[in-house]
């Protein structure tokens, strides 16, 4: 199985209802209605999407290899997700929905993978 990477990272997040890619701070992030749910740090080997801290802290406890959250981030509700970490697509998949789903407008969430 070849190692996910950041073009994964695109292709899957605009294939969701909505989103716009967009560069900020030197790199790609992705929108719906306006608002972030994934962008693809410097060396493109992670990414970052959105999470509820308590989730957040139970992520990083179970899976310390996978998730982590930089100092500048502790205090957002963001996680970091390191690509060759993930076990498949299907789990980019359903973490950058997951993601999408906290701030897409009601209604467009009805998405099936």
């Given at each position: 199985m070849s190692v996910l990477d950041a073009d994964d990272v695109r292709r899957i997040?605009?294939?969701?209802p909505g989103t716009v890619e967009k560069q900020r701070?030197?790199?790609?992030t992705?929108?719906?209605?306006?608002?972030?749910f994934?962008?693809?740090?410097?060396?493109?080997?992670?990414f970052a999407v959105r999470c509820p801290?308590?989730?957040?802290?139970?992520?990083?406890a179970a899976e310390p290899e996978k998730f982590w959250v930089p100092k500048?981030?502790?205090?957002?509700?963001w996680v970091r997700?390191?690509?060759?970490?993930?076990e498949d697509a299907d789990e980019l998949y359903d973490i950058l929905?997951?993601?999408w789903q906290q701030v897409a407008p009601p209604g467009s969430a009805d998405v099936s993978g």
């Open positions: 997040a605009l294939s969701f701070w030197g790199h790609p992705f929108d719906v209605a306006g608002r972030m994934v962008t693809v740090p410097d060396d493109q080997t992670s801290r308590l989730e957040r802290d139970e992520l990083i500048h981030e502790a205090g957002s509700n997700a390191r690509l060759a970490a993930l929905l997951d993601s």
